[in-house]
Nanobody, 120 residues
Framework: QVQLVESGGGLVQPGGSLRLSCAPS????????MNWYRQAPGKMRELVAR???????NYADSVKGRFTISRDNTKRTVYLQMNMLKPEDTAIYYC??????????????WGQGTQVTVSS
């Protein structure tokens, strides 16, 4: 069973940087639109960034100019580069996307989440 696996979270000081990675745990046919979401304690899960299979990106207003989503299709990996981090960026970050485990079949998958804590 394919799963999305995130890595790269941790504790960082305000103004610091982290890079999150997300990749499927097994072999897949294709990886389509991929997203990063986050959920802070007591808040709704929100979309942070999106990247299509063609590389088109969009971002939540709160992270524009600080976060960059990218993908390496040969490695089947999606990244979220987070710069100038603020305490309000503290949340569990989830990778999400449409994957084709085999030709002609597409499912939406979620990762298990990785904690990002921004604190001095």
């Amino acid at each position: 069973q394919v799963q999305l696996v995130e890595s790269g979270g941790g504790l960082v000081q305000p103004g610091g940087s982290l890079r999150l990675s997300c990749a499927p745990s097994g072999s897949i046919f294709s990886m389509n639109t991929m997203n990063w979401y986050r959920q802070a304690p007591g808040k709704m899960r929100e979309l942070v960034a999106r990247i299509t299979s063609g590389g088109y990106t969009n971002y939540a207003d709160s992270v524009k100019g600080r976060f960059t989503i990218s993908r390496d299709n040969t490695k089947r990996t999606v990244y979220l580069q987070m710069n100038m981090l603020k305490p309000e960026d503290t949340a569990i970050y989830y990778c999400n996307g449409d994957l084709a485990p085999r030709a002609g079949v597409v499912f939406m998958y979620w990762g298990q989440g990785t904690q990002v804590t921004v604190s001095s």
